[in-house]
């Protein structure tokens, strides 16, 4: 069951994610939404052309996890959504750690040492 909270809140983050990155992100994918019997939102997105990333919050707690390559890992946890803003640069940094820099310096993502 949705209602305008987690809408809201669902459409936000998407709006969020998508004037950081960009055209860096690509197929974002609201998996689920629901207030009941607890607030709960995953959101599906890929970075880079490169790695897929799953957004879950549960309660008041964030989780973003990269898929595949034969697994599922998480890049980071914050308990503190609704007490500061989530931390994007952060998440950026990791995700970078994951990608080959020359995939990255080829598509201009980033620039030559």
Same mark, same amino acid.
């Given at each position: 069951?949705?209602?305008?909270?987690?809408?809201?809140?669902?459409?936000?983050?998407?709006?969020?994610?998508?004037?950081?990155?960009?055209?860096? %992100?690509? &197929?974002?994918?609201? +998996?689920?939404?629901? /207030?009941?019997?607890?607030?709960? =939102?995953?959101?599906?997105?890929? !970075?880079?052309?490169?790695?897929?990333?799953?957004?879950?919050?549960?309660?008041?707690?964030?989780?973003?996890?990269?898929?595949?390559?034969?697994?599922?890992?998480? %890049?980071? &946890?914050?308990?503190? +959504?609704?007490?500061? /803003?989530?931390?994007?640069?952060? =998440?950026?940094?990791?995700?970078? !750690?994951?990608?080959?820099?020359?995939?990255?310096?080829?598509?201009?993502?980033?620039?030559?040492?």
């Amino acid at each position: 069951m949705r209602n305008k909270n987690v809408d809201n809140l669902s459409d936000a983050l998407v709006d969020k994610l998508i004037s950081y990155w960009d055209e860096k %992100i690509s &197929d974002i994918e609201i +998996l689920e939404a629901t /207030d009941v019997p607890f607030r709960m =939102l995953t959101i599906e997105f890929s !970075l880079y052309n490169y790695i897929r990333l799953r957004l879950n919050i549960e309660h008041d707690t964030v989780g973003f996890s990269a898929y595949g390559f034969g697994g599922i890992y998480s %890049i980071c &946890d914050r308990t503190d +959504l609704f007490d500061k /803003d989530i931390d994007l640069e952060i =998440l950026d940094d990791s995700v970078k !750690l994951r990608i080959p820099d020359k995939f990255l310096r080829a598509h201009g993502w980033i620039v030559s040492p």
